[in-house]
């Protein structure tokens, strides 16, 4: 099931930006061949609860953006420790991966296009709540 792209307010909009100056993205084709080339990563969705239990990308770790500052520590304890962030289409990610970053991780990624570009990119999906 698509979901359209939102219309983000300005506000939104100019810290997002701000966030990308700082951060490094890769796009969907980055990402398929991280994986085909078997490269140690970790799949974070930052999306809505809501959204992750709709669907979520087979194998993701779920930190939502509310909460992903608060509980990476804990859930991730390696700063070093390879990790590719993904919400609905990019933004949410780049906050996050800007964040963290400033939390000391040094090898985040943000997934430009996010959920939509996973989606039609034919990975493999979960559907429904996963532990």
């Not at 997002?16 to 994986?35: C, G, L, N, S, W």
């Not at 990563?41 to 608060?70: Q, T």
């Not at 990790?83 to 800007?98: E, K, N, P, Q």
Request: with cysteine.
């Amino acid at each position: 099931m698509s979901v359209p792209a939102k219309h983000h307010s300005e506000g939104f909009l100019a810290i997002v930006r701000d966030a990308k100056t700082r951060v490094r993205e890769i796009d969907i084709e980055q990402y398929k061949t991280m994986r085909q080339n078997g490269a140690p990563h970790l799949l974070i969705d930052v999306r809505e609860e809501s959204e992750w239990n709709a669907a979520h990308a087979a194998g993701a770790m779920h930190l939502s953006k509310g909460i992903i500052e608060r509980d990476i520590e804990t859930a991730v304890p390696d700063k070093t420790a390879a990790m590719v962030l993904y919400c609905g289409g990019g933004y949410r990610s780049a906050l996050a991966t800007d964040n963290l970053q400033k939390m000391g991780y040094t090898n985040v990624l943000s997934l430009d296009g996010g959920w939509r570009a996973i989606e039609a990119s034919g990975l493999p999906l979960e559907t429904g709540i996963c532990a």
